[in-house]
C-alpha cells in the first residue's frame, strides 16, 4: 500500500500586517467596546465607528461628546451631563505651581506730578486793530519801498490820542503781516510825536498792554517790552502814571524774568534784535525805576521780590 502524503494547509504570513495577532490581541471586538471594557448604552452610536485592528486611541473624545449631546443611534432621548467651556479653569487664573510669598515684589512708580503750564502760549483774541484797519477807518497806508514804512493820511499831531492810541497798543499783540508791522510801527510813531498827549491816555492803555502781555507768547511779549520802554520816556510822569498799575503788569514779568539763554562762554550774535525776554524784562524794570519816583522800586519790589534796585545800590 503506498504511502500518501498528508495534506497542509497555506497559512499567509500576518506578521507586520493589520491583521498581526498581536495588534488585534486587544483591539475592541465590537462598535461599542473598548480596549478597557464596554461602552454605555448612553455612548452607543451607529455613526461613529472603530477602526477594526486599529488602536483605541483613534476614536476622537470628540466623537463621544457628540453622542452625548445628540443621543443614541436609536434616537433614545438618554440626555448625558454637557461639557461647557466655562467649567475649565481659565487662563492665567491658576497659580501654575508656585509656592505663596509675602513678598510684595516691585510696587508701580507714582504719577508724576503734572506740569502746571504757567508760562505756555495762551489763545490770542481777536484784536480791534484789525477790525479797524479792514474796515478803513485808520489814517494810515503802507509805504512799499526798498524797506516797509509807513503812510499817515493826516499829521501825527492832530490826531485824537484817546481814540487812535489805545487801538495801536490792541495791535501789539498781532503776528500776522501787515498787521504787526502797521500796530507797531504806528505805536512808535504815535509815542514819538505825542508829547503831552500821551499822559491822560495812560488808563486806556493798561488793559491792551496786560492783554498782550497775558498770551504768553514770547514773540508778543518781547515786542509790548520794547513799546513799554518807548511809553515811559515818551513824556514826564509817564513813569510815574504807571506806578498804580504795576499789579496789571509786572505779573508775567515775574514769570519770564528768568528766561534767558544759557550759552556758557558762547556768543550771542542776534543780541542785537533784542529778543532775549529776560533781558528785556531787567532794562524795562530798570526804567521803570528810574522814571517812576521814589514808590517806584517798593511797589516793583512787592510784585518781583527777586528784583535788585539799579538806583539804590
Given amino acids: 500500500m503506498s504511502h500518501m502524503p498528508e495534506a497542509y494547509e497555506i497559512k499567509p504570513i500576518l506578521a507586520g500586517t493589520r491583521k498581526d495577532p498581536l495588534k488585534t490581541k486587544y483591539a475592541p471586538k465590537n462598535k461599542n467596546s473598548s480596549p478597557f471594557g464596554e461602552f454605555g ?64 515684589g516691585r510696587q508701580p512708580e507714582p504719577d508724576k506730578a503734572p506740569i502746571a503750564g504757567a508760562t505756555n502760549r495762551r489763545m490770542i ?42 487801538i495801536f497798543f490792541d495791535g501789539l499783540r498781532e503776528k500776522e503781516e501787515p498787521y504787526r508791522f502797521l500796530a507797531h510801527q504806528g505805536c512808535y510813531d504815535l509815542l514819538k510825536r505825542g508829547g503831552a498827549k500821551i499822559l491822560p491816555t495812560i488808563p486806556q ?20 517790552l520794547k513799546v513799554l520802554q518807548q511809553l515811559v520816556i515818551s513824556g514826564d510822569l509817564i513813569g510815574e502814571a504807571l506806578v498804580p498799575y504795576y499789579r496789571q503788569i509786572l505779573p508775567v514779568f515775574n514769570l519770564f524774568k528768568i528766561r534767558n539763554k544759557n550759552m556758557g562762554d558762547a556768543i550771542d550774535y542776534g543780541q542785537r534784535k533784542r529778543e532775549n525776554i529776560g533781558d528785556l524784562i531787567e532794562e524795562t524794570l530798570q526804567l521803570f525805576e528810574i522814571h517812576g519816583g521814589e514808590d517806584a522800586f517798593i511797589n516793583i519790589k512787592y510784585m518781583l521780590p527777586t528784583y535788585e534796585s539799579c538806583v539804590l545800590s
Fill in 125 to 166: 483774541p481777536p484784536t480791534e486793530f484789525r477790525r479797524f484797519y479792514d474796515r478803513g477807518d485808520l489814517p494810515i497806508a503802507l509805504a512799499h519801498r526798498s524797506k516797509s514804512a509807513l503812510d499817515w493820511k493826516v499829521e501825527v499831531e492832530k490826531l485824537d490820542y484817546h481814540h487812535y492810541l489805545p
Fill in 41 to 104: 448604552p448612553e455612548f452607543a452610536s451607529s455613526s461613529k465607528k472603530l477602526p477594526v485592528g486599529g488602536s483605541a486611541s483613534s476614536f476622537s473624545a470628540g466623537s463621544l461628546l457628540d453622542v452625548a449631546v445628540t443621543g443614541s443611534s436609536t434616537g433614545s432621548a438618554t440626555k448625558a451631563p454637557v461639557v461647557r467651556h466655562e467649567d475649565f479653569t481659565k487662563s492665567r487664573s491658576g497659580t501654575g505651581g508656585t509656592c505663596s510669598s509675602l513678598n510684595k
Fill in 205 to 224: 492803555l493798561i488793559i491792551p498792554i496786560k492783554t498782550a502781555l497775558n498770551t504768553r507768547d514770547p514773540e508778543i511779549i518781547a515786542s509790548t
